[in-house]
């Protein structure tokens, strides 16, 4: 075995083989030092097999920990995964030695909440799943391990209710893991990139999340979730509009607060997308729309301005797509300053200029202050491309051009599936049959 093994790993110094003999027999070990804990492999192995209290093949043999091999392709996978191989008896077994590097559960960072909880996802996968089932100590919760990557062997896992799973969306969702053939996954996007299919759907179609609430809540309403090891973000599956849209903190507080929350961030959502194109059409083409003290104090800003309110508009979303991207690439430190500071001596600079008016400031800072408050980061990406078309169409056709555009959108977003879920299916709760045990989660 060791022969066959060093033929396998040749340029590999972390190899490790020793060839052990005692009175009665001798082994043949195997492992990668820098994958696996030394200390396991001692108390397992090498401390039974010199000491000799009991004979070492009945403690191979019998013991669920020492797990038997019968194909040699499977010697390579095992060594990288951090377990012992061992030879005995003409016997091949392997010993999970995995060294785990455990980093303390830490705070949420993206998905920040005020009232719930603090705790996000590890990158450790059996650390993940043990957050999940202490907040869903359910026995239906299923989980199914899989290998994902060529060359990356990243390891994920399925987790789903078998009572409240749908199993047509399960099977789906199955089909599309079994399809994906890429060399290298190691982030929870890179999966979602290979699970949607059409790399041109603007839409997200799946929920990133780090948070084990957010999960264990997912699950009860019957959906499928995929954990990564080396990820501390996990998946959710089918989603709708309003998965992407809704926050963990709408659950913990009271009804109408969440609600009017809820109300707000639509409403925030309407105003990002047709404000800048709204400002264009009603400017140049409709100004009777507005009272006459206000279209006379839109005029009077816009005198000093040489061109159109386009070119206008488009400088300033330009501008302030770029302090977006400065406030994600600068360090953590100075991005908030360094980006407010930049918008405030550019705003006030452009406007005294005479280049845009000080109702276009106006407009352009509620754009992005709406923006911000999308509480989904691939649903405001998908926003933020939103309005650009509009613009144009309200440059040739105004208001109509508006409509007309807004129409397009919704009967877009209405046409998209998240896994067979229609995009904008209302939420419902599982059902319950009279003996009090959950219908299955109808997917239309």
Known sequence: MINRILTMFADSKDLITKRMKND???????????????????????????????????????????????????????????????????????????????????NTQVESSIQGPQIALTEDLKDGLNLIRNRYPEPNLAVEERTLGVSSKTRIAILFDNRRVNDKVLKNVKKKILEINADMLHSAGEIVRELGG??????????ITERPDRISNSIAQGKVIILIHGSMFGIILPITFYDLMNTMDDQYES????????????????????????????????????RVQLAFSIAGSRSAVPYPSFIEVLVMLFMIEMLVEASVRLPR?????????????????????????????????????????????SLAFAIRFLKYPLIFLAVFYGITGVCIGMFCYLVYLSSIRSFGV???????????????????VSSS
Request: charged share 15%.
């Open 24 to 106: 009665d027999i001798s082994i043949e070990v195997a492992y990668i030092d820098s994958l696996c804990d030394e200390s396991k492999i001692s108390e397992a192995i090498f401390v039974p097999f010199s000491r000799n209290f009991k004979p070492f093949e009945e403690i191979v043999e019998f013991s669920s920990e020492f797990k038997p091999i019968h194909e040699m392709t499977e010697w390579a996978s095992s060594l990288l995964r951090g377990y012992v191989l061992i030879y005995i008896n003409s016997k091949y077994y392997s010993y999970d030695a995995s060294r785990n590097i455990r980093i303390e559960n830490q």
């Open 198 to 207: 059409n790399r041109k759907q603007l839409f997200p179609t799946t929920l």
């Open 255 to 290: 009804f109408w607060m969440s609600r009017t929350l809820m109300v707000m961030r639509y409403i925030s959502v309407l105003m990002t997308v047709t404000l800048p194109a709204m400002y264009i059409s009603i400017v140049s083409y409709n100004p009777e729309l507005f």
């Open 333 to 377: 430190y100075i991005g908030s300053t360094g980006t407010t500071v930049g918008g405030l001596i550019l705003g006030q600079a452009a406007q005294q200029a005479g280049l845009v008016s000080s109702i276009m400031i106006i407009v352009t800072s509620v754009v992005a202050i709406s923006n911000f408050v999308i509480p989904n980061n």
């Open 422 to 440: 229609p995009y904008f299916r209302i939420h419902r709760k599982p059902a319950r049959n009279a003996e009090g045990d959950l219908g299955q």
